[in-house]
């Protein structure tokens, strides 16, 4: 958990997240946002992204030795969508030396979804990211923020089954020692919307659905958190949270299980 | 001294990054042709176990390596970051996943370091390897087979392309590893029937397929048709064909139709020089009969070492100074293009 007290609280922070069909890029100074950009076109990310940095700094009348950090969202989500965020967040950082801070995309998307001024008030709040992953599945974790709690990750990010998912979050609500005051649904919620109206009917806080894209400024928000721990990630070997195998790696291993265990000595399963 | 003629004065210092298929590549070249670095990370144990590259395991090798790759690159070159003229990279073909990790990692060392852009046509690269140690005259015509490609290119001048055959079906290395697969030998197969080839004392006969008199185009479908018919005989007559027969009739039959192909294109366009280029020109067996058969013709051929045959970074930006000589650069908007012309990558 993060002490505000001991934040770094300023230094121009480059954030950017593909991990979605939208890209969204921001620059922030400490905690400030100075500009944003975002629009939806998820092909076009390896085409639009790079300018599109250019074009916000400009803007601002910033060029890339005016930052001090690169922050990105590093999936879960779409592979070839984070792969292109973290390959240009990384070889950016490498490349002018700067340090990087990888955050969760779906934290990123939660953040959104706490009501600021509630917050304040002291409400506790879960925030339920969601990013259709196929059928029926999402990519999906549970965060919260309120009360003594200014941040935190209660379930971390996964690819899940929907409907058995909903069930999880009620339950994990109803036993939870701090409970909820709210449970927002945030993110890609129009096809899920039958699945959160079961977590309604199975408890009996107040549960808000909002359908809203990643912005970046979460991302820089988050990473600043992390920045002010004195935070940095590996730059070379950052990769993105893919949250599962590739298909063929997952079915050799599965492969190889049915040969009989052990048969597979030698090869790293990790 | 204008600036112009400074620019000229001054060593120009290309970075290139090659990702379009299964190897994490970045070189840095002066002026086209002196090798500074070339860094070749290969996958091919990774995909070994699944007997052929897989895309998705592809992409994510690429981006573990990336950044690492580079960095070798330039300590290999006593180079800095700042010392480099431009950034070049694999533009396409290849596979997309592959080629957009190498397109959007020199896009941000492009902008980091802010220098220009140039997009490179992988096969160029492949034909320009030749560049990087020989002294090329024009025109000359190249012949490009890999496991994607089989063509005849004529280039009349630096840097303009015109493909006068190709492959109508599988190119040559798809048919070397789908015969190596009926040969049960391991993958990557090419080397296998290649030494196999050369080990045989007898061939099992396989038909050429020669297409109409003027053309300059290859098929090798039928070719594998023909070995897996072969086998398949063979095994209903409760007998086994010596996998070394085999392998020797059906390269037999492909360098046959790749030699006579080339020398008949080289000799009809008046090249002055034949160039063998892309991942098969390791292929002992061909480089054999092609030095043997342009001796005879009097056509000199140049066929680049072994290590700039298969993909590699230093091609690329040999490639790319041919773009940087004539002054043409790639926005940050490019795309990578899995399927590209090599016609249109040509220099204005
Ligand atoms: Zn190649």
Known sequence: MTDYRNRQTSGKLLAFDTSTAAMTIAVMDGDTLLGETH?????????????????????????????????????????TGVRIGVTVAKTFAWARGLPLIGVSSLAALAFGGIDQGRRKAGAVQWAVPLMDARRGQVYTG??????????????????????????????????????????TFIGEVEPFREAICRVS??????????????????????????WAEGEREAVHDFVPNYTQLAEAEAKWLARQKEKGEGADGGICTV | MNDNERLRQSPCFILAVETSCDETSVAIVENGTRI??????????????????????????????????????????????????????????????????GMVAAKALACAAGLPFIGVHHIAGHIYANQLVHK??????????????????????????????????????????????ALNLPYPGGPHIDRLAHEAEAAVDMPRAWLEPDSYDFSFSGLKSAVLAALNQAKMRGETLEPAHVARGFQESV????????????????????????????NRGLRERLASRCAEERIPLLVPPL??????????????????????????????????????????
Request: glycine content about 8%; some cysteine; hydrophobic content about 45%.
């Open chain 1, 201 to 226: 009917d199975r408890w009996r806080g107040e549960v808000a659905a909002v359908d809203a894209d990643i912005r970046a400024c979460n991302v820089g928000r988050l990473a600043w958190l992390r």
């Open chain 1, 142 to 183: 549970i965060y919260g923020a309120g009360g003594p709690i200014t941040w935190d990750c209660i379930m971390e990010d996964g690819i899940r089954l929907m409907s058995r998912f909903a069930v999880q979050v009620a339950e994990r609500a109803e036993s939870a020692q701090l409970k909820p005051d709210v449970i």
């Open chain 1, 39 to 79: 629009s939806r076109a998820e092909r076009n990310h390896s085409i639009r992204l790079v300018p599109s940095i250019e074009q916000l700094l400009r803007f601002l009348n910033m060029t890339a030795a005016d930052l001090d950090g690169i922050a990105v969202g590093r999936g879960p989500g779409s592979y």
């Open chain 2, 255 to 282: 360098i046959d139709v790749l030699t006579e192909k080339s020398l008949r294109a080289a000799r009809e366009y008046g090249a002055k020089q034949l160039l063998l280029a892309g991942g098969v020109a390791a």
């Open chain 2, 36 to 101: 500074r670095a070339n860094i070749v990370s290969s996958q091919m144990e990774t995909h070994r176990r699944y007997g052929g590259v897989v895309p998705e395991i592809a992409s994510r090798k690429h981006v573990e390596n990336i950044t690492w790759i580079m960095e070798e690159a330039l300590n290999k070159a006593e180079l800095k970051l700042g010392d480099l003229s431009a950034i070049a990279v694999t533009q396409g073909p290849g596979l997309v996943g592959s080629l957009l990790v």
């Open chain 2, 136 to 181: 090329l005259e024009y025109p000359l015509m190249a012949l490009v087979v890999s496991g994607g490609h089989t063509e005849l290119v004529y280039v009349e001048r630096a840097g303009v392309f015109r493909i006068v055959g190709q492959t109508r079906d599988d190119a040559a290395g798809e048919a070397y590893d789908k015969v190596a697969r």
């Open chain 2, 307 to 348: 290590d700039l045959c298969t993909d590699n970074a230093a091609m690329i930006a040999a490639a790319a100074y041919l773009k940087w000589n004539s002054g043409e650069f790639s926005g940050l908007d490019m795309k990578a293009e899995p399927l590209m012309s090599l016609e249109a990558w040509s220099v204005k």
